[in-house]
């Protein structure tokens, strides 16, 4: 029922910028945000952006990456910009609902490489 597509990773130089989307079917959901996970490493919080605007950033990517919603297409962007070999990760559209407890979704996954 619930799906969310991921569309735009690639591969750029660093210091390039490249602009993900997450279109969301199925629900209308409390917040949509992003997660990646680099090679070896552990899934790790990217940024979130809360039904009522609230954005929140992980504190690597603040002031690089903008995250923005068109609520009337049912997506979330991620806008990344000055990007660093260090970004370089498969990243994951994320949308949770509150209710009793939190239910997460997943998409799954596009890939963004970095390079020197």
């Known amino acids: 029922q619930v799906q969310l597509v991921e569309s735009g990773g690639g591969l750029v130089q660093a210091g390039g910028s490249l602009r993900l989307s997450c279109l969301a079917s199925?629900?209308?959901?409390?917040?949509m945000g992003w997660y990646r996970q680099a090679p070896g490493k552990q899934r790790e919080f990217v940024a979130q952006i809360r039904s009522d605007g609230v954005t929140n950033y992980a504190d690597s990517v603040k002031g690089r990456f903008t995250i923005s919603r068109d609520n009337a297409k049912n997506t979330v962007y991620l806008q990344m910009n000055s990007l660093e070999p260090e970004d370089t990760a498969v990243y994951y559209c994320?949308?949770?609902?509150?209710?009793?407890?939190?239910?997460?979704?997943w998409g799954q996954g596009a890939q963004v490489i970095v390079s020197s």
């Open positions: 994320n949308a949770f609902l509150v209710r009793t407890n939190i239910v997460n979704y």
């Open positions: 199925g629900s209308i959901f409390t917040g």
